[in-house]
């Protein structure tokens, strides 16, 4: 089963705009990563903030973690079009496998 | 260096026919992991190898899947006697260690089930 869900489904933009995605999960993890997936195959990791870290940024992107809520936000400033892929949030944790969780992903769509 | 490799990248098969799906991960690698992504959705694990070990086959859907790993480096997920609910993208990963906190994936390997 999936853990986390991330909103929105799906975002249009306009070129040089903001994006903001959010994640929410449903329980304690270790950290969170967001990844990239381009044409439905492979990912790509983008960033990892863990569960003591509160923001974290890299170039265009800024994320958020509030473990209170559950919940993470990537923001990618400024997009371009080849920003258009989907986007995943996925948890981990340091049990028996540290498998990754991941959600059903936002599909980013930045107009020209 | 070289990525995590899969092959085939694509699988067209009837139903009821076996399926091996292959993976190379970075060599060093010591973690393995198998996921499931279907049209429109998030992935899925499937099953997690430490070295030649699966301490983790949790995720596997059916006795019809089953996957092994030799020589700490090579895994080979098959599925038998394929459904057409089975079509999917079968992505991989591989870490350094089982507690490194960042996966490296695969292009990985589209089925389809006729």
């Known amino acids: 089963s999936q853990q986390g869900e991330e909103d929105p489904q799906a975002l249009s933009i306009q070129e040089g705009e903001n994006a903001t995605m959010n994640c929410s999960y449903k329980t304690s993890i270790n950290n969170l990563q967001w990844y990239r997936q381009n044409s439905g195959r492979g990912l790509v990791h983008l960033i990892l903030?863990?569960?003591?870290?509160r923001e974290k940024h890299s170039g265009r992107l800024r994320v958020t973690l509030d473990t209170s809520k559950k919940s993470s936000s990537l923001l990618i400033t400024a997009s371009r079009a080849a920003d258009t892929p989907s986007y995943f949030c996925a948890t981990g944790r340091m049990d028996s496998s540290y498998k990754l969780i991941f959600g059903s992903g936002t599909r980013l769509l930045v107009r020209p | 260096g070289a990525g995590v490799s899969q092959s085939p990248s694509n699988k067209v098969t009837e139903k009821g026919k076996d399926v091996e799906l292959r993976c190379d991960p970075i060599?060093?690698?010591?973690?393995l992991y198998w996921y499931r992504q279907r049209l429109g959705q998030g992935l899925e694990f499937l099953i997690y190898f430490q070295g030649n070990s699966a301490p983790d086959k949790s995720g596997l859907p059916s006795d019809r899947f089953s996957a092994e790993r030799t020589g700490e480096s090579v895994s080979t997920l098959t599925i038998q006697r394929t459904q057409q609910e089975d079509s999917a993208v079968y992505l991989c990963?591989?870490?350094?260690?089982?507690?490194?906190?960042?996966?490296?994936f695969g292009p990985g390997t589209r089925l389809l089930v006729l």
């Open positions: 903030i863990r569960s003591n870290e």
């Open positions: 990963a591989s870490s350094l260690r089982e507690w490194a906190e960042t996966q490296y």
């Open positions: 060599s060093g690698h010591t973690a």
